[in-house]
T-cell receptor, first 115, second 108 residues
């Protein structure tokens, strides 16, 4: 089945730890995105990538890092510099050249909790 | 900063009634999209309207776009309890930017 997969579904982080959230897609999409969602809130863009080996900061990139070494994969690292990382993280992908006219596909999310 | 802002933030209606949600945005767009999110899940695309379109239908969904007012509306007709979810508008320029969402509750 084609789709976008996030793992793990739940993740617990201790204070001061870095953690990496996985996002893989087999839709052959050029663009991939990471969003953060706090309870009862909308989605805020962390990072996005339009092509392999290139990515741009979104509105709330501080304390996060990403890589795009393969078209299929766009992992997000939540570093110890992110002071309030507890949130629901959503990964999405879409075609880039046709971004103007196509939808984004979302993973099922990773819920990160600091313990 | 969020490009789109939905109104109302929350909406509660009876099954069978229509639900209308509004979205306002700030800058020029290529298209505007509406998504649905069930609690604790990912988002699912509902409908896309291009900047040169004024109205679009898909099943029980009707979307309008007024670029002069930088606003859009989503109408769900004959609502069902299963329509209970959060609904988000998203504007597409160089990136896809979401609003804060409308939480819809449809009571059986």
């Amino acid at each position: 089945d084609g789709g976008i997969t996030q793992s793990p579904k739940y993740l617990f982080r201790k204070e001061g730890q870095n953690v990496t959230l996985s996002c893989e897609q087999n839709l052959n999409h050029d663009a991939m995105y990471w969003y953060r969602q706090d309870p009862g809130q909308g989605l805020r863009l962390i990072y996005y990538s339009q092509i392999v080996n290139d990515f741009q900061k979104g509105d709330i990139a501080e304390g996060y890092s990403v890589s795009r070494e393969k078209k299929e994969s766009f992992p997000l690292t939540v570093t110890s510099a992110q002071k309030n990382p507890t949130a629901f993280y959503l990964c999405a992908s879409s075609t880039w050249t046709a971004l103007m006219n196509t939808e984004a596909f979302f993973g099922q999310g990773t819920r990160l909790t600091v313990v | 900063s969020q490009q789109g802002e939905e109104d109302p933030q929350a909406l509660s209606i009876q099954e069978g009634e229509n639900a209308t949600m509004n979205c306002s945005y700030k800058t020029s767009i290529n298209n505007l999209q509406w998504y649905r999110q069930n609690s604790g899940r990912g988002l699912v695309h509902l409908i896309l309207i291009r900047s040169n379109e004024r109205e679009k239908h898909s099943g029980r969904l009707r979307v309008t776009l007024d670029t002069s007012k930088k606003s859009s509306s989503l109408l769900i007709t004959a609502s069902r309890a299963a329509d209970t979810a959060s609904y988000f508008c998203a504007t597409a320029g160089n990136m896809l930017t979401f609003g804060g969402g409308t939480r819809l509750m449809v009571k059986p």
